[in-house]
């Protein structure tokens, strides 16, 4: 089964609406995650690495007043696309560190897809 | 259900030789997308290649190719005249009902 868990799988917003996407490590705790957007046919973008009780550390391009990122508790870290509009329309995907984050396994959620309207 | 399996956790190889990372798959789905990211130290995941279920050809990128086996469900990536710089995870994705990404292959490429 799943170990790393998003929530919405998909969401369809109005533009100028804010949108709150989770990501939770299922079985393991994860001092790092990370968030990542795909534009159609195009790699994944690494947008921000995400540290429990600490800040994120953003990607250069990524606007941090755009994107919050909050890493709350081992289990969970949250991204919210504030004030959302058309082109932040994507495919949004999280990862996390189950172990030491040089040697630990990667595990992916399966992606929340976000239709801003 | 969706499922990405992965088996080699970690690989060596020398460099210039060619290798073959492993991937098979399960979907119930008769149209999906079988991808190949790198991702370096860096984090960011690199698109590699990409086969449709209905494509008849097997993918070809460079020095990139996807062995793909319909019936056995596999999708192997093959890298021809590996480079030190190909060291990196390597992770096989399906793209049906939703994003399934396989645990990821540590390739690591020696002198």
């Known amino acids: 089964g799943a170990v790393v868990s998003q929530h919405p799988s998909w969401v369809i917003c109005k533009s100028g609406t804010s949108v709150k996407i989770e990501c939770r490590s299922l079985?393991?705790?994860?001092?790092?995650m990370f968030w990542y957007r795909q534009f159609p046919k195009q790699s994944l973008m690494l947008m921000a690495t995400?540290?429990?009780?600490?800040?994120?550390?953003?990607e250069q391009g990524v606007e941090k007043d755009k994107f919050l990122i909050n890493h709350a508790s081992l289990t969970l870290s949250t991204l919210t696309v504030t004030s959302a509009h058309p082109e932040d329309s994507s495919f949004y995907i999280c990862?996390?560190?189950?172990?030491?984050?040089?040697?630990?396994?990667?595990?992916f959620g399966e992606g929340s897809r976000l239709t801003v309207l | 259900a969706q499922k990405i399996t992965q088996t080699q956790p970690g690989m060596f190889v020398q460099e210039k030789e060619a290798v073959t990372l492993d991937c098979t798959y399960d979907?119930?789905?008769?149209?999906?997308?079988l991808f190949w990211y790198k991702q370096p130290s860096s984090g960011e995941m690199i698109f590699l290649i990409y086969?449709?279920?209905?494509?008849?050809q097997n993918a070809t990128e460079g020095r990139y190719s996807l062995n793909f086996q319909k019936a056995r469900k596999s999708a192997n990536l093959v890298i021809s005249a590996s480079q030190l710089g190909d060291s990196a995870m390597y992770f096989c994705?399906?793209?049906?009902?939703?994003?399934?990404f396989g645990t990821g292959t540590r390739l690591t490429i020696i002198p």
């Open positions: 086969q449709g279920s209905y494509d008849e």
């Open positions: 995400s540290n429990e009780g600490s800040k994120a550390t953003y």
């Open positions: 990862s996390a560190i189950r172990g030491l984050s040089n040697t630990g396994e990667l595990f």
């Open positions: 079985d393991f705790q994860a001092t790092t």
């Open positions: 979907t119930s789905d008769q149209s999906y997308g």
């Open positions: 994705a399906m793209d049906a009902e939703k994003l399934t």
